[in-house]
């Protein structure tokens, strides 16, 4: 009998469901790159570092991944300058605070290239690693999502533990 529930679609399928949603809060706890990684993930991270006044940080290192991914040399010129402007110049709207933006001037801005950032990408992301991410963790906005992805997993913890023991031997 053991068997047909195997192979019976439904539970399968929940089973799969239900996997699934346990993955976005875990992920992120796991490290700031899962988070990064998840438009839902930066999303929550974003609202997080606009209560904490530091959005700028997530905006400047996606603005930086998306720099290294542009070919096009006029885009690149125009992208490291828009870069320039909004976080690292000293009239920036949204500056974000690193160790050698003095020395960056508009010269480099006219032959960029696609590291030209990276060093700063890397403080930025240490920063927030060490610094705000820890505390999105343990931040309301980052528990209550938590809980409501785990109020969203169906079965009673008793069969979920059931469906990973049948799981585990069925492999």
């Given at each position: 009998?053991?068997?047909?529930?195997?192979?019976?679609?439904?539970?399968?399928?929940?089973?799969?469901?239900?996997?699934?949603?346990?993955?976005?809060?875990?992920?992120w706890?796991?490290?700031?790159?899962?988070?990064?990684?998840?438009?839902?993930?930066?999303?929550?991270?974003?609202?997080?570092?606009?209560?904490?006044?530091?959005?700028?940080?997530?905006?400047?290192?996606?603005?930086?991944?998306?720099?290294?991914?542009?070919?096009?040399?006029?885009?690149?010129?125009?992208?490291?300058?828009?870069?320039?402007?909004?976080?690292?110049?000293?009239?920036?709207?949204?500056?974000?605070?690193?160790?050698?933006?003095?020395?960056?001037?508009?010269?480099?801005?006219?032959?960029?290239?696609?590291?030209?950032?990276?060093?700063?990408?890397d403080?930025?992301?240490?920063?927030?690693?060490?610094?705000?991410?820890?505390?999105?963790?343990?931040?309301?906005?980052?528990?209550?999502?938590?809980?409501?992805?785990?109020?969203?997993?169906?079965?009673?913890?008793?069969?979920?533990?059931?469906?990973?023991?049948?799981?585990?031997?069925n492999?």
């Open positions: 009998m053991e068997h047909a529930h195997d192979s019976d679609g439904s539970s399968s399928s929940s089973r799969s469901s239900s996997r699934q949603s346990l993955k976005s809060t875990a992920k706890a796991t490290s700031l790159e899962n988070l990064l990684e998840d438009p839902e993930g930066v999303k929550r991270f974003r609202e997080f570092l606009k209560k904490e006044f530091s959005e700028e940080n997530v905006l400047f290192w996606l603005a930086c991944e998306d720099f290294k991914k542009t070919q096009d040399k006029k885009q690149m010129q125009e992208k490291a300058k828009e870069i320039y402007t909004t976080f690292l110049s000293s009239k920036a709207s949204s500056q974000v605070n690193v160790e050698g933006q003095s020395r960056l001037n508009e010269k480099i801005l006219e032959e960029p290239h696609p590291l030209m950032f990276q060093k700063l990408q403080q930025i992301f240490n920063l927030m690693k060490y610094d705000s991410y820890s505390r999105f963790l343990k931040s309301d906005l980052f528990l209550k999502h938590k809980r409501t992805e785990e109020e969203e997993e169906d079965p009673p913890d008793a069969q979920t533990a059931a469906k990973r023991a049948s799981r585990i031997y492999t």
